[in-house]
């Protein structure tokens, strides 16, 4: 009989939860097919994660401090930081997947995990009033508002590739086009 692993075990349950709730959402997602793919039993599942909406937060919350760590704001380098952003966007598309489950499933109402979502994104806003305070950025639009404007710019070609590729087309050389524009857009925008 083989040795139990219980990380191991919750490993193997995380990255099938990754794949089942960016495919199907909170709603759409079955705990059934979850254990199939991490060939875990079920109530291994409730036991380490709690519910179905605790796995999905504990699953995001734990994706975005992996693009925290990856690809930390940098003010003084808004278009490396905007090339990072959309490069590690290419690579784990399941985050902003879940990012927008997340949205349409929980609309304007709190999330769970609220509070800890709210210091994570503080400290990226505290960077870039850093660049702000420091004047290697403007400061006539708010930090935080600059955050989101800059994040929005940076993620929506891959939030939205039928749209990319209807508008702007899906060749490489359209593709590099765009990213040359974002950063582009994202200089002007940040331009003291």
């Not at 349950?13 to 960016?22: G, L």
């Not at 401090?65 to 090339?83: F, G, K, M």
Request: overall charge negative; hydrophobic content about 45%; glycine content about 6%.
């Amino acid at each position: 009989m083989a040795a139990r692993d219980p990380e191991a075990t919750k490993a193997r349950i995380f990255e099938a939860a990754v794949a089942e709730f960016a495919r199907h959402g909170i709603a759409g997602a079955r705990i059934d097919r979850i254990a199939g793919a991490a060939k875990a039993n079920k109530q291994l599942i409730y036991a380490y994660f709690g519910n179905k909406a605790e796995l999905f937060a504990i699953v995001l919350e734990k994706k975005m401090l992996h693009l925290a760590e990856a690809v930390p704001v940098d003010p003084d380098d808004i278009e490396s930081w905007v090339d990072r952003l959309m490069d590690y966007h290419a690579a784990h598309p399941e985050l902003l997947r879940l990012l927008f489950w997340e949205g349409l499933e929980y609309g304007s109402t709190e999330l769970p995990h609220e509070s800890d979502r709210q210091e994570h994104y503080a400290r990226k806003v505290a960077a870039v009033q850093d660049g702000q305070d420091r004047g290697v950025i403007t400061d006539a639009v708010p930090a935080a508002d600059l955050l989101f404007l800059l994040t929005a710019l940076a993620n929506w070609t891959a939030v939205v590739p039928q749209m990319r590729r209807i508008l702007v087309g899906d060749g490489e050389s359209e593709r590099d086009r765009l990213r040359a524009s974002v950063k582009e857009a994202a200089r002007r925008l940040t331009a003291r």
